[in-house]
């Protein structure tokens, strides 16, 4: 096994911060995400995360700076419609289905490595440069930051609307700070497993977190360990292996970890029913 | 009467004077007038639509008047005043949102307000003691979702009541209650003013659950408005002139009956009836 070679390698090491600081932005908005009924708008954000993407490559050879673009115009696009829940859905998918349409016709104007055309759908931790890293800490320390400053007040709105709006809560403009908070997170996600994958770094972890707590804090802790485990782990199996790409590892080990928590829960379910029949 | 000494006592916590609420074309109400004092509970009645909701949007700082001037406490309502508690209609949580009761009343404390968490010991004494004033101890620590309508409401009122507010608004807080969860959402809201002398205003469309404890009952209808002792608003008279057609009040045992008297009194006066028991 190579893998300590490969860990003394700057490349891998810029891998490893990069999935670290990944993880930890998915795992603190992932039980915010499915709270609030939002796992499309995760998508579709990062469907636009590839448009964003595929201009940027197409521009100035610069996929992370044209996916935070994108996402950020399509958040913005959402949240400045403040459309209700349902409507949000299918404003999501007019744009989404448009944005991947003009994505691909970006893509079939460019004619450098194809590659690079790849590494944006399925993500390349170990292509990310000295600079791409930086921005990567920077936007994830951004994010962080507004999760904590917002936690609060975005927990009230997200359980119990009607009553925040009644304490004070500016419902419209937290729904716009999450949605921006959320594009930082999915271009992040984006860079690692790719613009088709991010759902399991985002959602995943907050969903098995959820089958084990019911206490908001606890769960936030539990989402960020397994965004961890998922993206850390799957990271070192692919540079162990060699072969397998690292998207493939982190979405298995994600999911691996989601059956678990379920199995888990429905044990825990079953026993506590069986005590209450017998006590 | 005018003794400096009872006026400290007799300070109203909310006063309207000529107040009126329009959106676009449409009036609410104008020209009202209503002082609350300490203490008291005031029921609001009228049909859908007459801004009962609105007149406590108002009060939220969510509102404003178009004309007019509201105070609480001699205040300006703003946004995030502790001084004022709201307690919603019940309406059902996700059965698996991960959130637990007693995190749901400690958004009470300071769920409105943007900064990063810290742990405040203190905070969560006095989340424990208002769960136990209010009797949820023995679920406090369940998930919310799981509980029944009338528990997520006594959840709902120690939240409202954390911040030991001068006034509580209600707004429906016994829709789709069952009638025994009624009675003791009603019950422990009154019993608590009367301890804390906090003042109550009271949204419903039906008077009869809470009719043996309201001081006063404000009835919009169309923009006109009404303001008294149930035994002063809810008659015939009165009410008849207040919606500008014949109106029977019907006093049947210990409950209120309000039907239209040109519709053979087979219907009741709005769409949504002020009596639904049947």
Redo the contacts between chains.
Sequence with gaps: MNLPFYLSQSFAQHALLAAVIVALICGIIGPFVIMRGMAFAVHGTSELAFTGAAAGLLLDNNPLAGALFGTLLFASIIGLLGVRDRERDSVIGVILAFGLGVGVLLLSYYHGFAVEATNILFGNIFGVSNGQLWALVLIGIVATIAMLVMYRPLLFASVDPDVAEARGVPLRFIGLLFLLVLAFAVTEAAQIVGTLLVLSLAITPAAAAQKLSARPLMITIISILFALIASVGGLLVSLASGTIKTSVSITTISFTIYIIARLFSHQRGRAKQTSLLTS | MAQTGLKVVLEPIVSLKKATLRFGERTLWEGLNLSIKPGEFVAVLGPNGTGKTSLL?VL???NELVEGEVRINAELP????SQVG?V?QQ?A?DR?????GR??VH??F????????RHDKRAWQRVDEVIKEVGAASYAD???GLLSGGEQQRL?IA?ALLSKPGLL?CDEPLLSLDLKSQFAVSELIDSYRRRFNTAIMFVTHDINPILGMVDRVLYLVGGKWAIGTPHEVLTTESLSRLYGTPIDVLHVHDRVIIVNANDNGHHHIDKQPLETQT
């Excluded at chain 2, 703003?78 to 005043?81: A, L, P, V, W």
């Design positions: 949007k939220l700082g969510l703003h946004r995030g005043n709201y919603p309406k949580f698996d949102l991960p959130i637990r995190d749901l958004f009470g300071d769920g409105h307000r943007f900064g990063f968490v369940k998930p919310i709902r939240q608004l």
